[in-house]
Nanobody, 122 residues
Framework: QVQLVESGGGSVQVGGSLRLSCTAS????????MGWFRQAPGKEREGIAA???????LYADSVKGRFTISGDAAKNTLYLQMNSLKPEDTTMYYC????????????????WGQGTQVTVSS
């Protein structure tokens, strides 16, 4: 069974940086599309970044230029480097894997991690 485990969340001040990691229980980065999502209480889950095994990337406008998605296939690990963090980035972040293409759509992903909390304070 595939498992995705996120880590790296925490508390940071406005303008600071965090790097989230997502480690997969099996080799996935070479055959799955991987994505990062976030979900605030009472809101829909938002796809913010995605990457293909060929290295193509896709970003939501809200994070473009500040966040970078990348992967290390040898470590089965997906990353999300988050810079210039804002209070509105405060929420739970989830990684996901799927085979439906390079999208930011939740239904296109089959496997999900448990999430990691990011809190940005001013």
């Amino acid at each position: 069974q595939v498992q995705l485990v996120e880590s790296g969340g925490g508390s940071v001040q406005v303008g600071g940086s965090l790097r989230l990691s997502c480690t997969a229980s099996k080799y996935m980065l070479g055959s799955y599309y991987m994505g990062w999502f976030r979900q605030a209480p009472g809101k829909e889950r938002e796809g913010i970044a995605a990457i293909s095994w060929g290295g193509a990337t896709l970003y939501a406008d809200s994070v473009k230029g500040r966040f970078t998605i990348s992967g290390d296939a040898a470590k089965n690990t997906l990353y999300l480097q988050m810079n210039s963090l804002k209070p509105e980035d405060t929420t739970m972040y989830y990684c996901a894997a799927g085979r439906s293409g390079l999208t930011r759509t939740q239904r296109d992903y089959s496997y999900w991690g448990q999430g990691t909390q990011v809190t940005v304070s001013s």
